[in-house]
């Protein structure tokens, strides 16, 4: 079945590091993969999404590109800030059987200090 | 535009009893999902309903668990009797009626969640 594996946390950061969260996915097919952010206190929000192999999506100078040929995802931002502290969580949406479903890794905490 | 909220926040109950979870949807969005994150794991789909009908109910986890959508717009999600591992934080997420397979990807809205602890 479907699933997707991300790099456990949590990851410890100075401000203006390099981040880089590693994700993966399991799928049958060509699957949508999205990442999201959970703030302290707040709901899930898209972070950014791509939907199609070699796509590069990007939000508040964060990317990640869809790699077909190593299945994966992974979340790249050249220099992080404090106010990026959350969890990041991986997910993919698959495109048959019950194909709104969204299917989560396990969540990444990312804490950037000054 | 008001975003998706659910009620309440926190809870905390003794095994053994009843909880009931509220979600209300974006204003206007057929698609309404549950998922729950348990013990800090992955993020879990536990149903989908499109307006009132319960399209996808595959990942809800056994029958102490009930939700219900009634009139299509806002809906609960009932624990009857509640475990001890179904603590947890229960997200709700909403969504326009988009398109099936390869067109357009309708962005799925989350609410702030309900921690939920079962004592």
């Known amino acids: 079945g479907n699933s997707v594996t991300q790099m456990e946390g949590p990851v410890t950061l100075s401000e203006e590091a390099f981040l880089t969260i590693n994700c993966t996915y399991t799928?049958?097919?060509?699957?949508?993969l999205f990442w999201y952010v959970q703030y302290p206190g707040e709901g899930l929000q898209l972070l950014l999404k791509?939907?199609?192999?070699?796509d590069k999506g990007s939000n508040k100078g964060f990317e990640a590109t869809y790699r077909k040929e190593t299945t994966s995802f992974h979340l790249e931002k050249g220099s992080v800030q404090v106010s990026d502290s959350a969890v990041y969580f991986c997910?993919?949406?698959?495109?048959?059987?019950?194909?709104?479903?969204?299917?989560f890794g396990a969540g990444t905490r990312l804490a950037v200090h000054p | 535009e008001a975003g998706v909220t659910q009620f309440p926040s926190h809870s905390v109950i003794e095994k053994g009893q009843t909880v009931t979870l509220r979600c209300d949807p974006i204003?206007?969005?057929?698609?309404l999902y549950w998922y729950r994150r348990v013990m800090g794991k992955e993020i879990k789909f536990l149903l989908h309903?499109?307006?009132?009908?319960?399209?996808?109910e595959s990942g809800m986890p056994n029958n102490r668990f009930l939700a219900e959508r009634t009139g299509g717009t806002y809906s609960t999600l009932k624990v009857q009797p509640a475990e001890l591992e179904d603590s947890g934080v229960y997200f709700c997420?909403?969504?326009?009626?988009?398109?099936?397979?390869?067109?357009?990807?309708?962005?799925?809205?989350f609410g702030p969640g309900t921690r939920l602890t079962v004592l």
């Open positions: 997420a909403s969504s326009h009626l988009g398109l099936a397979g390869g067109g357009s990807v309708d962005e799925q809205f």
């Open positions: 799928a049958t097919g060509y699957p949508s």
């Open positions: 791509a939907t199609k192999a070699d």
């Open positions: 997910a993919l949406r698959g495109i048959s059987g019950g194909y709104n479903k969204l299917i």
């Open positions: 204003s206007g969005h057929d698609n």
């Open positions: 309903f499109v307006k009132e009908s319960k399209q996808d």
